[in-house]
């Protein structure tokens, strides 16, 4: 069994900054992708950063240049900075991992979210 934990969000005002964190724990071997996803009230799960294993970054036009998000493949972590924050930013954010577990059966990946953590951004 493999659980995600999220914290870090919380009320910013327009400008602001938060960062989010995911630890991931249980029956890990490796990890390979993990990101960062969030949803608006009456809106789609949208991707907004991801990384490789290897480090690699990818991130969602609306927020290039603001948003970092980072990984400690020791720890089985991985961070999002979030800066200029913005109204539109508002939503509840999961962290997803894809997660190599190792078994009599094999390797196998499955893919994990966490619970959700809300970031409202507003004055």
């Known amino acids: 069994q493999v659980h995600l934990v999220e914290s870090g969000g919380g009320l910013v005002q327009p400008g602001g900054s938060l960062r989010l964190s995911c630890a991931a724990s249980g029956s890990i071997f490796s990890i390979n992708d993990m990101g960062w996803y969030r949803q608006a009230p009456g809106k789609q799960r949208e991707l907004v950063a991801g990384i490789t294993s290897g480090g690699n970054p990818n991130y969602a036009d609306s927020v290039k240049g603001r948003f970092t998000i980072s990984r400690d493949n020791a720890k089985n972590t991985a961070d999002l900075q979030m800066n200029s924050l913005k109204p539109e930013d508002t939503a509840v954010y999961y962290c997803?991992?894809?997660?190599?577990?190792?078994?009599?059966?094999?390797?196998?990946?499955?893919?994990?979210w966490g619970q959700g953590t809300q970031v409202t951004v507003s004055s």
């Open positions: 997803k991992a894809d997660v190599v577990v190792s078994g009599i059966w094999g390797r196998h990946e499955y893919r994990y």
